[in-house]
């Protein structure tokens, strides 16, 4: 070890001597410096500004540094054009010059040589890891209960890649006795192993090589806090492997070794490496620990207690593509290591988790092949595309698959079905937005319906009310039944049923929905309704203006009643009766979707709605969720046009400018269960109209209204509950004035000191 060290520390000061080290040292903490101080000047304004205090708090240590624009990708982007340098002379200044052969004639062995240089290497990248390390203790002293393990975890990831890099360095300068060759080839070999992650991605076998093989990316998890086994194996396989290289390459020089015995040894190391590599990315060898004070690159609990009631039943994703479908590009074969990082926090609780994909064709819609490949059939344009795409894989038609899967309910889309070995089954969706694939939310709330049965949503038809198969502004199938809207219940686990009050409630309906009937009930109808909330069961009342004298006598019984009126606030951005309402205290101490809504002062639009009047009785409580807003805001009992007509406060017929309740949440014990009853006063909120509605500089949030009711009435079981806990490092804890003195000392002084003292230094050995 001392002969090891004795060599690195003469590597140490050949490359000092030369400015390559130092102008690479000054450069880095320069970059550094500028990307660190541009984000934290984004967190002192937004400080001094009073923008964290309006915002739901957000973890500062992941936004200054792991963040897409953070400091450790900013390193990570240029990381690679530094190690070249540093390495293009390690060994190939040996050979140019023939010291190589004093070094083999002294009593020191070739492994002594290759780990006293690459010692040389680690302890350079241990410097730079140490201008990393003088701005995260910035860090902790400027942020408040700053998140210091994340910092650490991405520093190490990235002395990980260092010592990765300086491997791959170390052995191109041992080919060559030219340092640029040496350099350029290391540069070339990098861009290979960042390529080989789209190699042969549609062969089976050769892609989980050529996947693992792949240096691109392998950082990321660190960056964000995450440390895996699979990840950390790979930076020391890779880094032995070419260190092995590297031996076997000056031992053929030193020993005159033949090229089949060479090649051999190559090989066998090739073979090793890959094969550990290989079994120690399989998800059942996988090892995962989560630095993140809040577990951000984890599953959160609800989704690991799903997971848990699975238990050790087998579990199979089949996944159903027609090809001959707007997201076919997601079944090819090239894309299947992308499906399987879909899964992978779930494959962390539940490795054995099977994947499976069945590619057939079907007609159906596609604009783009519809103009493409008109007057085809399906097996015609499959033919056509599958010659001109160059696709060689085998494709069925749906006549061949449809007796094992129906598939005509998902309308012949992209879709994955999930089942369990007992052959209970379930469907997991794509959707028709930016992200297409489904999240931990929509994921965990199919396996969810695998292990317990879900509440059924059922809506009340047979007068008018909003249906939940209307594709109408006033319908309801956005929410609730569209497959292709990532929020719809269909998608967030509930079922939905369409009934009649012609027989009594259904009892397995857990959630009733009345929603501004247009036509008056019938005594009998509303006696089951009665009989309904009887026994307990949840409840959502929808009304409005039009609507409150049908609603009422349902209603009022429970001490909630629509009153007469309108209620309106006049704008010149939005027609006066576009109530914008808000949460109140009550509200969002009571349920953590309407908790968000307060801190990111979002608003629920309810266009004509009416007041609530609540005096709850038969042991009800009632909390306010939602009112009308406390200023410029009033019930109007005269104006009912609002588009020929102003409407003007009148305190003489009875109006009053005061916060009116627009929703409202009624419980009660019954039958050793709480029983949940929500009234609002306005039917649009929840409409496809007004969810789909954009309006100018307005912050609606609609969506959390429905999460917040959805998952009450439903006793917190869906939506999947995707809250954790707040992050305590979100503002600074320093004073701008002191920032100001860091910012100086950090992007200025730190990096003209270091060139300063590399210049001194320089002089110093000059006048020797």
């Given amino acids: 070890m001392k002969v090891i ?18 102008l690479i040292l000054i450069i880095f903490t320069f970059q550094v410096g500028m990307v660190y101080t541009g984000n934290y000047d984004s967190l002192m304004r937004a400080v001094t500004m009073g923008y964290i205090k309006l915002n739901v708090p957000m973890s500062q240590t992941v936004n200054i540094w792991s963040s897409s624009t953070g400091v450790f990708n900013h390193v990570l982007s240029y990381l690679y054009l530094y190690v070249p340098l540093l390495t293009m002379g390690v060994i190939s200044r040996e050979l140019s010059t023939g010291s190589i052969k004093m070094l083999y004639s002294s009593p020191v062995t070739t492994n002594q040589i290759i780990f006293g240089k690459y010692l040389s290497l680690l302890v350079y990248g241990l410097l730079l890891m140490g201008v990393l390390a003088v701005f995260g203790i910035h860090s902790v002293i400027g942020i408040k209960s700053a998140d210091f393990p994340v910092l650490l975890c991405g520093i190490f990831g990235i002395y990980l890649l260092f010592c990765t890099y300086a491997a791959i360095g170390l052995f191109m300068s041992s080919l060559t006795s030219y340092t640029v060759v040496s350099a350029m080839g290391t540069l070339a070999l990098l861009a290979v192993l960042s390529y080989t992650r789209t190699l042969w991605q549609d062969v089976e076998g050769l892609r989980e090589l050529t996947h693992w093989l792949s240096i691109s990316g392998r950082v990321d998890a660190f960056v964000l806090g995450m440390i895996t086994t699979d990840r950390l194996i790979y930076f020391v396989l890779i880094s032995l492997m070419f260190i092995a290289f590297t031996a076997i390459r000056l031992n053929s ?76 590009f997601y079944a090819l074969p090239a894309m299947y290591m992308f499906e399987r990082q879909l899964f992978e926090q779930y494959t962390r609780f539940k490795p054995r988790i099977k994947m ?30 599958s010659k001109m795409m160059n696709l060689t894989f085998p494709v069925k038609s749906y006549d061949e698959i449809k007796q094992q899967v129906d598939l005509s309910g998902e309308r012949f889309r992209y879709v994955k079905l999930l089942q369990k070995a007992d052959g209970k089954q379930t469907f997991l969706r794509v959707f028709d937005d930016n992200q297409v694939m489904p999240t931990e939310r929509e994921i965990t709330a199919a396996f969810k319906r695998l292990v317990m049965d879900l509440p059924t949503v059922g809506f009340i038809t047979g007068h008018g009310e909003r249906e939940s198969t209307s594709f109408q502004d006033r319908g309801y199938n956005l929410i609730a039944q ?267 002084v730190l990096p003209i000191g270091l060139f300063a003292f590399s210049l001194l230094l320089w002089i110093k050995r000059r006048g020797k």
């Fill in 5 to 22: 060290w004795k060599i690195a520390k003469a590597e140490l000061q050949a490359m000092f001597y030369s400015p390559v080290a130092w």
């Fill in 253 to 328: 020089m030193r020993h005159k070794s033949s090229f089949f015995i060479s090649f051999g040894k190559y090989a066998v190391v090739l073979v090793v490496v890959f094969g550990l590599g290989y079994f120690t990315s399989m998800p059942i060898f996988k090892g995962y620990y989560d630095v993140t004070r809040t577990k951000l690159n984890t599953l959160t609990k609800s989704s690991q207690d799903v997971l848990a009631k699975l238990g050790e039943d087998d579990l199979t994703i089949h996944t159903y593509a027609n090809m001959l479908e707007k997201h076919f």
């Fill in 356 to 385: 499976k994909t069945e590619r057939y064709y079907e007609l159906v819609a596609n604009p783009m092949m519809d103009k493409q490949y008109a007057n085809m059939n399906g097996k015609q344009r499959w033919d056509t595309m």
């Fill in 482 to 748: 569209e497959k292709t809207f990532r929020y719809a219940l269909i998608n967030q686990g509930f079922d939905i049923k369409d009934f009649t009050l012609a027989n009594d409630v259904p009892d397995d309906i857990r959630i009733l929905i009345l929603a501004e009937p247009r036509t008056a009930l019938s005594q009998e109808e509303i006696d089951r309704i009665k009989r309904y909330i009887e026994r307990g069961g949840n409840m959502i009342v929808l009304g409005d203006p039009a609507s409150r004298d049908r609603v009422n006598p349902i209603i009022a019984p429970l001490g909630v009643q629509l009153e007469p009126g309108i209620l309106v606030k006049p704008s010149a951005k939005y027609q006066t009766d576009l109530l914008l309402s808000k949460p109140t205290a009550a509200g969002a101490a009571s349920n953590m979707y309407l908790d968000d809504l307060k801190k990111r002062q979002s608003v629920v639009t309810m266009p004509n709605a009416s007041p609530l009047s609540v005096n709850p009785t038969q042991g009800f409580q009632a909390v306010t969720w939602l009112t009308s807003d406390s200023t410029g805001s009033w019930n109007e009992l005269e104006t009912t046009n609002f588009i020929d007509e102003k409407a003007v406060l009148n305190p003489g017929v009875g109006e009053k400018a005061e916060p009116f309740p627009t929703v409202v949440a009624l419980s009660r014990e019954v039958k050793g269960r709480t029983q949940k009853i929500i009234v609002t006063g306005d039917a649009d909120w929840i409409s496809n109209g007004e969810l789909g509605a954009q309006r100018y500089e307005m912050n609606a949030s609609n969506f959390n209204l429905i999460l917040a009711s959805f998952y009450w009435l439903s006793d917190n079981e869906v939506p999947i509950d995707m809250s954790r806990p707040d992050p305590t490092d979100y503002t600074a804890s320093t004073s701008e004035g002191v920032w100001t003195g860091f910012k100086i000392f950090l992007k200025w």
